[in-house]
């Protein structure tokens, strides 16, 4: 749904906790307790439901009197019996309700389905927010609020927790407890009939008080809109996620993945860092609570003791992470420090007889070395420095440093105390160097996973030229023709119309000619039939290395097709090479229609390897370059190739991907393709062979983009204008912008300020400006004016955006013009520009708040249409635009 009424879930100002008389459950009793133990400062009252009679059937239930009209409601009652109370609850004026647990056995499955929609029909006419059924509650802290069943107590932090079970949740507050560690938000959703993931992201997302985001689910209702909010969270605070995990099957009986390898690549390119384990997650809220930014990648170990270093170093080694090298000048301070002449490197083993002032002095000569990004402390007991004495001097050098410090105190009873001082100083501190490094690198992989959010592939193609009329001549083809799958030469023809290259081998009519072909090829070769009553001919034979295999392949074959097919001719034969030159080993790369996250984009090994291998990696299209060098770097497939050829290579097989989300983009009844095989040479890729599905249905096609989880940039919006004799661009605000939009708004004289932001500040923070650039497409537009200078630099002359909330009718725009160019026509342009985009998204009205003195605003609004009323706070003036239906292009 949206974020509308949720204030009065998470942030009433009064609350009643309504128990049906005749449903056993203590869920109302621990409710109260909480309540009254968080202090909660608005008035709670408890209220009755029962059966209107004692003679009545059915649900139908009484609510009691209410002294007041609470803001939230929490539900305890049969569930067959909840839609009854939650209408009566909306008649009254409450706008948000939780509905705890309910006795599952005593309902079937049917009748729950049907409770379940009885109760959102029931919320619907008042707007009344529902979460759960099944739900444990909900806590705000900061705010004294606990409605939730937790048998932990809740104490105040950064950290929103969201989860799908109350026995996850309350093993996480109580894991947190024990460390200090508080919470801004705990929700439990139960089964998110109406308040679902999405709808809390777009809550926290928000919060001023949320710092980082810890969230534990199952499943999800509708992936395109998690997309949209996870994406939208992720932009400026950090997520990390557990999932429970499925059995690993795949989706059909020959997918190369699985549907938890779908998901894994769904969270990732929403930026979240995805976890394991519990244990992981442990760690994972320690770290959400104590770690700073990280400017690298590169990792320092110091040790005290050759052995605990060597196995760190190995660790992160094994991991994929990265050790630090030793300046010159580092080396020289710990040879002083030190006093030793023993070679100084990375992981540093200090001497054995180390005191505890010189750990913290060899710490900080780290800390102050450019060339190291984070370190890692490894200390085991030791006679000549007291662990707590260590910890106290790591926490001391930690404090003076902004790098982070990752403390690992390796042993038992006696390093207990050392971590819990480095906890208690806000120090991340570890009990094993596995740990530790499993912390810094998925701490590593929020920073990767965040840079790869921020990339915004385009709708329409960059740096080649698709004959899209081609393709879709082709598809149209097939789609009159009534198939749904392509022919071989309709399938060439749409690759080929976008630059990718497809085997086409000739016919030839008896084996000798084969062998004959084959000597210009190159062994080994695949051998096929060609039979003259199919449409498509397929390699049955792989891997013939000589004239006497190719003999031999060709009688088996022909002999196959008469047991297979009686009355089957034989009108020739197809070769084709077995290995790329290359001599890397065949690709399959394809795609797949995901009935949860739309389209999906594999690539791994060949299906004519003959086994099915796990080597595959997934992506969600849109892709661009960027995004297509890392679903590549993750395949690994030229790990193994010469290391002068390796970037042509992977350069080619990117290249490739990028054309193919390109392809998905520009046509709609594409469902389906698969690549198998292909070859990667340093001078492109060739594909052997190719399968191409197609739905031809119009409400599939009708769906456009939205096939996508992820919607990419609206290049199609972008539009050069003439401007007073400028060349300007007006297109959808990019991440790159933060830094021109930043000068715009900097260079607002005060009083522009003050019009556009009701106040006279002029240096927004670096977190809101990432916000207004770093935008989700779906739910929001911002056009930005821009003019490009002879340095070939962009400033902004302008800007306007429009935001509406997920299944909303209306959009609220906002809108600034540069104050040394306005009542010069472009802010005109600009709204005028928005609307018509309003309008064609289908929204029905767009609407703006300025202040009474803008008497320019004012003008220009009533010029284009606006209604102007006198706003709902004191000394502004609303805005309306009602929106017709989209002119007909």
Not at 668 to 681: H, K, M, R, Y
Not at 706 to 735: C, M, N, Q, S, T
């Amino acid at each position: 749904m949206t974020v509308r009424n949720l204030e009065f879930l998470f942030r009433p100002e009064s609350v009643a906790v309504i128990a049906e008389i005749d449903e056993p459950s203590r869920y109302a009793e621990v409710v109260l307790a909480n309540l009254a133990a968080g202090g909660f400062a608005g008035p709670v009252i408890s209220a009755d439901a029962r059966k209107r009679s004692l003679f009545s059937m059915g649900s139908d239930v009484r609510l009691g009197e209410m002294e007041l009209v609470p803001d939230l409601a929490i539900v305890c009652a049969a569930l067959d019996n909840v839609a009854s109370i939650v209408a009566q609850l909306g008649e009254r004026g409450t706008r948000a309700v939780i509905v705890g647990p309910w006795l599952r056995h005593r309902m079937n499955s049917h009748q729950v389905l049907t409770a379940r929609q009885a109760i959102l029909e029931a919320a619907r006419p008042s707007l009344t927010r529902v979460l759960g059924p099944g739900s444990g509650g909900l806590a705000v802290p900061a705010r004294g609020f606990n409605a939730s069943v937790s048998p932990v107590p809740v104490t105040p932090g950064k950290i929103a927790l969201i989860s799908q079970s109350t026995a996850v949740a309350a093993a996480v507050l109580d894991r947190a407890h024990s460390r200090g560690i508080g919470f801004s938000t705990v929700l439990h959703l139960g089964t998110s009939i109406d308040v679902d993931l999405a709808d809390v992201l777009d809550w926290l997302a928000a919060d001023q008080d949320t710092r980082s985001i810890l969230v534990q689910f199952d499943s999800l209702p509708d992936g395109r809109k998690f997309m949209s909010a996870a994406r939208a969270a992720a932009r400026n605070k950090p997520v990390v996620s557990i999932r429970s995990r499925r059995v690993k099957i795949p989706r059909t009986p020959d997918g190369p993945f699985a549907v938890d390898e779908v998901y894994a690549a769904a969270l990732r390119r929403a930026g979240w860092v995805g976890i394991d384990t519990l244990g992981d997650l442990f760690e994972a809220i320690e770290a959400m609570a104590r770690v700073r930014p990280m400017r690298g990648e590169r990792l320092t170990i110091l040790a005290n003791g050759h052995g605990l270093g060597g196995i760190a170093g190995d660790t992160l080694r094994r991991s994929g992470g990265q050790l630090g090298t030793l300046s010159d000048d580092t080396v020289k301070r710990l040879r002083d420090l030190l006093h030793t002449r023993s070679k100084l490197e990375n992981p540093l083993a200090l001497p054995a007889d180390v005191s505890a002032a010189k750990w913290g002095a060899a710490l900080a000569a780290v800390l102050d070395d450019s060339e190291t990004d984070a370190v890692l402390t490894v200390c085991s007991p030791s006679p000549f420095a007291p662990s707590t004495e260590v910890a106290a001097a790591i926490c001391a050098a930690s404090k003076a440093s902004e790098r982070n410090v990752f403390t690992c105190w390796v042993g038992g009873s006696s390093m207990l105390e050392a971590q819990h001082i480095a906890a208690a100083n806000g120090v991340l501190s570890h009990d094993s160097p596995e740990k530790a490094i499993a912390v810094f690198l998925g701490v590593l992989d929020y920073r990767r996973n965040r840079a790869l959010l921020m990339q915004m592939p385009p709708s329409r193609a960059e740096g080649f030229s698709p004959d899209i009329d081609a393709a879709r001549g082709a598809i149209g083809e097939a789609i009159s023709a009534g198939a749904a799958i392509l022919t071989a030469r309709q399938a060439r023809r749409v690759l080929q119309a976008y630059g990718i290259a497809v085997a086409d081998y000739p016919l030839v009519s008896s084996v000798d000619a084969g062998i004959r072909l084959a000597e210009k090829i190159g062994y080994p070769v695949d051998l096929g039939l060609v039979l003259s009553n199919a449409a498509d001919q397929v390699p049955l034979a792989s891997g013939l290395r000589s004239p006497a295999e190719i003999k031999l392949a060709g009688r088996s074959l022909r002999r196959s097709v008469r047991a297979q097919t009686p009355g089957g001719r034989v009108s020739g034969y197809r070769l084709r090479p077995s290995v790329a030159r290359s001599g890397l080993p065949a690709l399959r790369l394809g795609v797949d229609d995901d009935p949860l996250f739309g389209l999906v984009i594999f690539l791994g090994p060949s299906a004519t390897a003959g086994t099915r291998p796990d080597g595959f990696v997934i992506a969600l299209p849109p892709l661009n370059p960027t995004l297509a060098r890392d679903l590549v770097a993750h395949s690994h497939f030229a790990d193994e190739a010469p290391r002068d050829q390796r970037e042509h290579l992977e350069s080619a097989a990117s290249s490739l991907l990028v054309r193919l989300s390109q392809l998905l983009a520009d046509n709609d009844a594409v469902v389906g393709i698969e690549l198998d095989p292909l070859f990667v040479e340093t001078s492109g890729v060739l594909v052997l062979d190719v399968r191409v599905r197609i739905r031809p249905d119009r409400a599939r096609r009708k769906l456009g983009l939205r096939r996508f989880a992820i919607r990419p940039y609206p290049k199609e919006l972008e539009r050069a204008v003439d401007w007073h004799g400028r060349r300007l661009l007006i297109r959808p605000i990019r991440p790159e912008d933060e830094s021109t939009l930043g000068e715009l708004l900097n260079s607002l004289e005060p009083e522009d300020s003050r019009m556009r932001f009701f106040d006279s500040m002029r240096n927004l923070p670096r977190a809101r400006l990432a916000r207004f650039t770093q935008i989700d497409y779906d739910r929001e537009m911002a056009l930005v004016a821009v003019e490009r200078g002879p340095d070939g630099g962009e400033s902004a002359l302008g800007e306007v955006r429009a935001v509406a909330q997920p299944g909303s009718t209306f959009a609220d725009f906002a809108i600034v013009v540069a104050s040394a160019i306005k009542g010069k026509g472009l802010g005109r342009l600009l709204l005028q520009c928005i609307i018509d985009y309003c309008r064609d998204r289908g929204l029905r009205e767009l609407r703006g708040e300025t202040l009474d003195g803008n008497l320019r605003m004012q003008g220009l609004a009533n010029s284009l249409g606006f209604q102007l009323t006198t706003g709902s706070d004191r000394g502004t003036v609303d805005l309306r635009l009602a929106l017709g239906k989209p002119q007909a292009k």
